[in-house]
């Protein structure tokens, strides 16, 4: 793995004259980068500097991507393995990821990412997958806000703005109603159609990956606050969206711990109470997780 440089906490994104500039662009951005994060250099690096993060900060996470069943092996009781879905051609019919499911392999659906290959929440592709969630139970995050910067000139040629809408997930709530879903990278900047929804459909959640840290903390707190602002709040799960930047995960809690319209509770809410609510985690697994 060649080490990447990161840029967090962007102050200003850089301009570009024609879209087929936008590459060498970002590159010669990210050398004036103010806040530069490297990543690791094997995927072994990644998982382990995770792990010490996961135990300095007594910290439990839904994970996924190509290393999900390794990662779970290695720690068990801090990973709750989701199985990443692309569209892509190459993902698993709706049968074997019930075998996958009901073998306890995984517990959770997500990162659906099917923004990147073009996809609405509402494409016909994920009906099945809907369907299957909804029956046994599962928990769904999928992707609905910002990917890289500029990301169809980057290698994601169906990738489209106009998919940050949350509102194409409104028909799937409908039908189905017992559905667990969270939309991560909080639908951002759609802020008003995200509080549309919010207020229409209360079983809905969010995390806030990704802009938590792509974003100024002005930017980030300011989106941030008028979810909460709104009274909700209690839907606002946390996220990192590390990939090989396991340093995401302090810059990310800064984020958050710097908050000053947040209360305590609310910062305690975000960090832990509403994910165990919407994972619906066990009394006994509660008290594991604060040592008890």
Avoid at 126 to 154: F, K, M, Q, R, S
Avoid at 240 to 266: R, T
Avoid at 268 to 284: M, T, W
Wanted: charged content about 25%; proline content about 7%; glycine content about 6%.
């Amino acid at each position: 793995m060649v080490p990447m440089t990161l840029c967090v906490f962007n102050e200003e994104f850089p301009a570009t004259p024609t879209g087929k500039d936008w590459g060498d662009t970002l590159i010669a951005a990210a050398k004036k980068c103010k806040y530069p994060l490297v990543s690791e250099v094997t995927d072994d690096d990644v998982m382990n500097r995770t792990f010490d993060l996961f135990r300095k900060h007594n910290m439990y996470g839904v994970t996924s991507g190509r290393l999900t069943e390794v990662w779970h092996k290695a720690e068990s009781r801090r990973v709750i393995p989701s199985f990443y879905l692309r569209g892509d051609g190459a993902d698993p019919s709706p049968d074997s990821l019930r075998n996958l499911f009901t073998q306890g392999r995984f517990k959770v659906l997500g990162e659906i990412a099917v923004q990147y290959n073009g996809m609405a929440p509402d494409d016909p592709f994920l009906t099945p997958y809907w369907a299957l969630a909804e029956e046994l139970d599962i928990p769904v995050g999928i992707h609905i806000g910002p990917g890289p910067i500029g990301a169809p000139y980057l290698g994601w040629d169906k990738y489209r703005a106009k998919l940050h809408s949350p509102l194409k997930l409104e028909e799937i709530l409908v039908k189905h109603p017992k559905l667990r879903v969270y939309i991560m990278h909080a639908a951002w900047p759609m802020v008003n159609e995200l509080l549309a929804l919010l207020w229409t459909h209360p079983q809905v959640y969010l995390d806030i990956s990704g802009i938590v840290t792509d974003l100024s903390k002005p930017a980030f707190h300011s989106y941030l606050e008028q979810i909460v602002k709104a009274g909700f709040c209690n839907r606002v799960l946390y996220g990192s969206d590390q990939m090989i930047w396991p340093e995401l995960i302090n810059k990310s809690i800064e984020a958050i711990e710097s908050a000053i319209f947040l209360s305590k509770k609310q910062k305690r809410d975000i960090f832990y109470n509403n994910a165990a609510r919407f994972l619906k985690l066990s009394q006994k697994e509660i008290d594991m997780h604060h040592g008890k």
